[in-house]
């Protein structure tokens, strides 16, 4: 099946996707006054600063250096910090624009050393201030009152030169314009230094938005929805779906709920669309079938032969499209339409039986697929029972069913046996077995001596006698058989009856 949507003009419909807004200027340390060629520049890095007298390091690429120990996290450059005894460096820069009170926050950095063990648990962080941090020492600030995000993770830095994300959400006091990154609580208390790399530092408000509701033009249209949120642990879409963005293939109204370990956020947003309407799938339709396309009663229409009405009648296979058109856009659809012959069946007349009689049943068929409903595997079948056996013919335009009607009830069905056998392995008559049209059906066989002595008895099929008694052979005599049967009558009741006669073994 094949079905197109074709846009006849452009619409610039721009999915919901809302930039998050990145408040560290100069966070992946890309930009630069002048390439840094030496230690301790972080300056050049701007705006980033130094807040004490201790000497940060920018380094990039644009001037390779020994001291880029691993490659940048992203982009050409990084900074680096060194700590030791007394000595503590820092980063800091100016925020792109104050923090709001009560806004929730991400803050997420990306750091590596060359001394994991020396990382520095439940010290470093970063410290958010309404005035920028300074001292003239080198040595550890130890602040307390605003905002701070302080890494507690005690697993941090467990490989050498490993990129690591560090980062949480927090809840703004309001007014924050700097942030400074480093130690907050403690240094080493003995000569041990350590470098700690550092790149792609990033603080976004947590804030969600799916967009405005849309309108969207043809059936095929496609409108992306990205609910992707800064520090967000669970995604949780009105579809089921789990993803960051969803692809919106049908009107509707479309919610969310973002989780984030600060707070939970929700949004909706509603997709209409204007020309919403389908020829169908392609069709496969029987001779002498009609069927009737339909299109918005809006419009303008023109249709592959170039009618203008909002209808179109079919009459035989080809391919019809439409093109509707309004005001703002135009959009059109195709349908194929197939046309076959009907199936055929005939299973022939219905056959009254006699005793053993037997009947194949022959189908003739055409135009499609035949098969038994009974589940018999073969077309043509041979029966020695009444029933009423049922077929069909299926093809793409319908199923058409025949049955015919097996009927043995028109004459007495019997149980019967020759008068005599003779077992000499000759493969004529060599055994007793009595026989019967298809409506019976042997339960047990007996055979008595001129005593009335049971030597054979049989409960299960083969119901036959081979002439002999406990593995001798019987002599030439009159004996009697007795046979317990079922009889199965029209309507399908059965009932059980026996049948009993003599019979003269020959030798």
């Not at 009159?478 to 009558?489: E, G, K, M, S």
């Amino acid at each position: 099946m094949s079905r197109t949507l074709v846009w006849m003009m452009i619409l610039v419909l721009l999915p919901a996707v809302v930039a998050a807004q990145e408040l560290i200027p100069n966070g992946g340390f890309e930009t630069f006054q002048n390439c840094p060629r030496q230690d301790n520049l972080l300056f050049e890095a701007v705006p980033w600063y130094n807040p004490n007298r201790a000497t940060p390091d920018f380094y990039h690429y644009c001037f390779p250096t020994d001291q880029i120990e691993l490659p940048p996290h992203g982009g050409q450059g990084l900074g680096r910090l060194f700590m030791d005894l007394g000595w503590a460096e820092y980063l800091a820069t100016p925020l792109k624009q104050p923090l709001e009170a009560g806004e929730a926050y991400q803050f997420d950095l990306y750091v590596a050393s060359g001394t994991p063990n020396r990382y520095p648990v439940g010290s470093f962080g970063a410290y958010f201030t309404s005035q920028p941090l300074s001292s003239p020492e080198k040595d550890l600030f130890v602040t307390s009152g605003q905002a701070r995000v302080i890494d507690n993770l005690p697993q941090r830095l467990t490989r050498r030169f490993q990129w690591e994300r560090m980062g949480d959400c927090f809840i703004a006091k309001g007014g924050e314009k700097y942030v400074t990154i480093g130690n907050f609580t403690t240094l080493p208390v003995s000569l041990g230094y350590y470098y700690l790399f550092i790149d792609d530092v990033s603080l976004q408000p947590i804030r969600l938005d799916l967009g405005k509701d849309t309108t969207l033009c043809g059936r095929n249209s496609t409108y992306l929805l990205n609910a992707k949120t800064p520090g967000a642990t669970t995604y949780r879409w009105s579809t089921g779906g789990t993803s960051p963005t969803l692809q919106v293939t049908r009107p509707g109204k479309y919610w969310v709920v973002v989780t984030t370990p600060c707070k939970v956020l929700r949004d909706t947003v509603t997709v209409n669309y204007k020309l919403d309407f389908s020829l169908g799938p392609d069709t496969t339709l029987c001779e002498g079938q009609t069927m009737t396309l339909r299109v918005p009663e809006s419009g303008q229409y023109r249709w592959q032969d170039g009618t203008q009405q909002n209808s179109f009648q079919v009459r035989q296979s080809g391919t019809y499209t439409v093109r509707v058109s309004d005001a703002t856009c135009t959009t059109s659809d195709t349908i194929r339409v197939r046309y076959v012959l009907p199936p055929r069946l005939d299973l022939g007349a219905d056959k009254q039986l006699c005793g053993t009689e037997v009947y194949t049943i022959t189908p003739s068929f055409a135009q499609g697929t035949f098969r038994w409903l009974d589940g018999f595997g073969e077309v043509a079948r041979t029966v020695t029972s009444s029933d009423v056996f049922r077929a069909s013919v299926t093809n793409d335009c319908a199923t058409i069913t025949d049955s015919v009607t097996v009927d043995y009830s028109g004459c007495e069905c019997t149980v019967s046996a020759p008068d005599a056998f003779s077992p000499n392995a000759d493969g004529l008559n060599d055994v007793l077995e009595p026989f019967a049209c298809g409506d019976i059906t042997f339960r047990a066989l007996s055979v008595y001596n001129r005593w009335g002595e049971i030597i054979f008895q049989t409960t299960s099929p083969p119901f036959v006698w081979d002439g002999t008694y406990k593995g001798e052979r019987c002599p030439t005599a009159i004996y009697t058989w007795n046979v317990d049967y079922a009889l199965r009558q029209p309507g399908g009741a059965t009932v059980t009856r026996q049948k009993q006669s003599r019979v003269v073994l020959v030798r």
